[in-house]
């Protein structure tokens, strides 16, 4: 929603129609939507040939800097040319609704129209003229205006003549709760005249969606429910009229999207909007998440949105924050693994671990196998050099259990090294290793999945390097080498 502006009219004389291709929309702040406003003979010249060719050209000028398109096409415009001549050929008398040859070929029209355009997330919506029963078939998944809407029926579309009517403009818009207005003539100019104006109308118009106090814990466990609370108002003059629903986004530091929640029990198109001069009412969502199953433990950022039930974000809200796709930092959260390890060395090629276990880790995950991946310091991009296997019941005993306990296991050396037969151990001699420990849950057969760490889907035990008496001496760490 917001302000449009006419990027075609049908402004009808002797067939000609004015354009402003020239104009460079993007440059307006506030303005939402380009408004193509065109005679229905232009998209249709010869009966079932169709030229969608100006749309389309709109589309992909505007949608790529975030605007959207209105459509209206006209069917009279106090001239003969609004409708095609062919449909006078065919035994149409005038564009009345009482005439059966006018009203079937619209339709045949509209039916094309809509499987063209309807439910096309680039159209803002359809200015349904006096045909509102017609396209509400052939154009149920999209927005329709029409003079006959009220706020509670539909968008609410003004059209703001002259300057002299701007006085007026923002006491009607709160009180029709209008969705958008449009604007004639050189609106670069308007706005370098005026910015003031665009300013108080970008923040009445339409809906205005502001999450107040956003309530999230700090930590989280392994597999473990959540509470977010948020306080939503709409402080715009307009409903939402789109289905959208919250979502939770959670990043790692790297800023890669590991866990999406949508909240589908709470759509911001119920929110209630204010009368004139009244505040609108608040609205407290409280929503009870689960931590994702694969979800690895560490430190997140929390970032809002609101959208699709697949979390995709939709709607721009006016607060800081932005991840430039319309996510918003709320804060951080850090979320525990499904277990925690540390490690110790009592011997050299020996190694001690104390394992603290979940109480929420899914009775499911009980079968594991444990190994050491190997990679030699200053390599980051493999994922080992070589693996040391170790045997595992004590490991699947303290899953199964879900308690802690403690296991020491032999450090060999490795069979293979860069998953070839290692020749002669001594090559290995000289070289630090970096080691992680990797747990796999094979519970679902074939299915393999990661059991996952405080710190990660594997847990970075320290260092490892052969000493004279080729032993592994094992040097415990926090950050790899």
Known sequence: ????????????????????EGYHFEDI????????????????????LFDWSVIDAAIQKYGGVDK????????????????????????AVAPVYSDPVFVEKLENF??????????????AFIDVGGE?????????????????????????????????????????????????LGLSGDIGLMHQENPGFFEMVGKRLG?????????????????????????WKNVGAAPCYKDAYPTLTLKNKDGDIVLVLTDSDFNVKDLPVGEPGEAPASVLESVNFRAGALLPGGEYDAFLSVGELN???????????????????????????????????????????????????????????????????????RLYDFILDFPNQSLREGFAEKRSFSMEIDLPIPPKYFDKPLGDPAELKGKRFNVWLEILNNSNGPYITYMTADRGRNSYLGVIELNDDMKWVFTPGRTPE
């Open 1 to 20: 929603m917001g302000i449009f502006h006419y990027y075609i009219d049908s402004n009808i004389t002797d067939g000609e129609i004015a354009t402003y």
């Open 29 to 48: 702040p506030g303005l939402s939507t380009v408004y193509i406003r065109a005679p229905w003979s232009l998209f249709e010249p010869q009966e079932n």
């Open 68 to 91: 959207q398109i209105a459509l209206s096409a006209v069917v009279c415009e106090g001239s003969n040319y609004a409708t095609p001549l062919w449909v006078y050929d065919a035994g």
């Open 110 to 123: 509209v039916r094309a129209y809509g499987a063209k355009y309807d439910g096309n997330r680039n159209i």
């Open 132 to 180: 509102e029963d017609m396209y509400a078939s052939y154009f149920p998944n999209t927005q329709r205006v029409s003079s006959g809407n009220t706020y509670n029926t539909g968008p609410v579309a003004l059209t703001m003549e002259e300057w002299a009517d701007a006085a007026d403009t923002i006491p009607l818009i709160d009180a029709l709760h209008a969705g958008y």
């Open 207 to 231: 809906y205005r969606l502001i999450p107040g106090e956003v309530s999230l814990p700090q930590e989280v466990e392994a597999h473990g429910y959540f509470d977010m609370l948020v306080d």
């Open 311 to 381: 979390g995709t974000p939709t709607i721009a809200m006016p607060i800081g924050g932005d991840d430039g796709a319309r996510r918003y930092y709320v804060g951080s959260m850090t979320v525990q693994g499904m277990y925690n390890v540390t490690s110790w060395q009592n011997a050299p090629s020996k190694l001690s671990m104390y394992f603290a276990i979940r109480p929420t880790m899914l009775d499911t995950y009980y079968i594991t196998v444990g190994r050491l991946l190997c990679v030699e310091t200053g390599e980051r991009i």
